[in-house]
């Protein structure tokens, strides 16, 4: 400011000139941040429910059916304006909103991942030692081993038995549940064994191992006595043997439930943000999106934490097929090139969250470059790592159409990339998106704390990741 208040020349063209994130709590006036607030609460309320893919497919399909979405399999034909769901094996879900204009003009996708880092169980996982029943586990994703010590365990899953029965499993997730934890080794004799290692090495995978009872059967005859009362209950309350375990996918999730953070509120606390803050968000937006020419999908995807592989990640063909189905439904007739055009004529946000700059770590950051928490939804152009290797590099056409988008729409957005040069890196769902030649574009919140039992998120950038998905929905 010059002595007058005023800008001074040079002040007004280095705003004009120059690029800056903005804080979007000094931008905003109250009424935005109750709206900013509100948002919020939604989110926790999902978040808490939606502890593992499953159960997150599970809340949005309900959730759309309460809408009047119809599920895509069970539909004879199809016309612009419907809005419709489809399932794949209970971990994808496909929301799909028809547009009226061809759909070989191309889809607005959004997608985003709801698989979270956590500890799957052995499929032969219960044994016993020292009179104490442990549940064995094989860490899912990456993880830092020792984040997940110590702390209450909740337990999620399915369980097909031998009358190939479906038993759903959740243990720890109301207040009065019991959990498990997976002890750590106490200071006092851990010199040796833990203090000269290094980090990544001081926790084994064979300890994650969670204690499931302590309680024996009065038989001297048997030997395993706690493993056996633990069997028994197991098959008292939900009627399953040692063998239906070999069939079964149960995960270990921190029984935390997500908290306001900072005095102010500013944050959310919570297990799992990466990357059910992006399908919350991309559902949401897509259920709350108008009607647009162009036809709308937002899609939930597996497995990206560990490489997108498998009939349910988004290497899958799970959605070209549903695409397809789409087609045929409205137009009576698909044929491959006619899919291959949709496809190639589609737009896709890969809804991902970005590392946020964490102040106690700003070494691995180039500030100029990483995103900050507040700062809003990032826009990352490539993600990879080493010299950009196995990156989806978006074009600089895509990053332009996306920044005039929410700019004339007053979406809060910042660049944000993935650490210094070589600092290490990571991928999305974008690269594999890409392959059907569709334009692919990196698009979340930023976390700190990510990929640990108990990440943050700015509510502000929240409340804009969903306001950018609807904005891209709607006027792509
Ligand atoms: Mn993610
Ligand atoms: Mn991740």
């Known amino acids: 400011m010059s002595e007058n208040g005023k800008k001074t020349e040079y002040q007004k063209l280095e705003e004009k000139l120059s690029y800056s994130s903005k804080n979007i709590w000094k931008e905003t006036d109250q009424k935005t941040r109750k709206a900013i607030f509100a948002w919020a609460e939604k989110y926790r309320n999902f978040l808490d429910t939606a502890k593992s893919e499953r159960l997150t497919v599970n809340w949005i399909r309900d959730s759309a059916r309460k809408r009047g979405y119809k599920d895509l399999y069970e539909q004879k034909s199809l016309k612009a304006g419907d809005t419709l769901y489809a399932v794949n094996r209970n971990k994808n879900i496909a929301l799909i909103r028809l547009g009226t204009r061809p759909i070989e003009e191309g889809i607005n996708f959004v997608v985003a991942h709801a698989d979270a880092p956590r500890l799957d169980m052995k499929q032969i996982p219960l044994s016993e030692d020292t009179e104490i029943a442990l549940m064995r586990s094989h860490y899912y994703g990456g993880i830092k081993k020792y984040q997940w010590l110590n702390i209450p365990l909740a337990l999620v899953g399915v369980v097909i038995t031998k009358d190939n029965k479906t038993v759903e499993i959740t243990i720890g997730l109301s207040e009065d549940d019991p959990v498990f934890v997976i002890p750590d080794l106490l200071p006092h004799l851990s010199k040796k064994i833990q203090g000269n290692k290094k980090s990544t090495e001081f926790i084994e995978g064979e300890t994650l191992n969670l204690v499931f009872g302590n309680i024996p059967v009065k038989d001297e005859k048997i030997k395993e006595k706690v493993k056996l009362a633990v069997l028994e209950r197991l098959h008292k309350e939900y009627g399953i043997v040692e063998e239906d375990l070999i069939s079964a996918e149960l995960e270990a999730v921190p029984a935390v439930r997500s908290r306001d953070v900072g005095i102010d509120r500013s944050l959310v606390g919570g297990y799992g943000h990466d990357d059910r803050v992006s399908s919350f968000c991309a559902v949401m937006s897509h259920f709350d999106s108008t009607s647009n020419e162009r ?36 137009k009576k007739n698909c044929n491959d090139s006619f899919l291959r055009e949709t496809m190639q004529n589609s737009l896709c946000i890969s809804a991902d969250v970005n590392a946020g700059i964490n102040p106690m770590y700003k070494s691995v950051h180039d500030e100029s470059n990483d995103s900050k928490i507040s700062h809003g939804v990032v826009i990352t152009k490539f993600t990879g790592s080493g010299g950009k290797y196995s990156a989806n590099d978006a074009d600089a056409e895509l990053v332009g159409k996306l920044r005039w988008l929410f700019n004339k729409n007053g979406i809060f957005w910042q660049y944000g990339g993935m650490g210094k040069v070589d600092e290490g890196g990571g991928g999305t769902i974008a690269k594999h998106f890409s392959f059907y030649n569709t334009s692919v574009i990196d698009c979340g919140v930023p976390v700190i704390g990510m990929h640990s039992p108990y990440e943050l998120i700015s509510k502000a950038d929240l409340y804009y990741s969903y306001q950018g998905y609807k904005v891209f929905f709607e006027q792509a």
Not at 306 to 330: C, H, M, Q, R, Y
């Open 295 to 330: 036809t709308q999908i937002a899609l939930i995807v597996d497995k990206e934490e560990i490489g997108s592989d498998g009939p349910t990640g988004a290497k899958s063909l799970f959605i070209f097929n549903a695409v397809g189905t789409v087609i045929e439904k409205t």
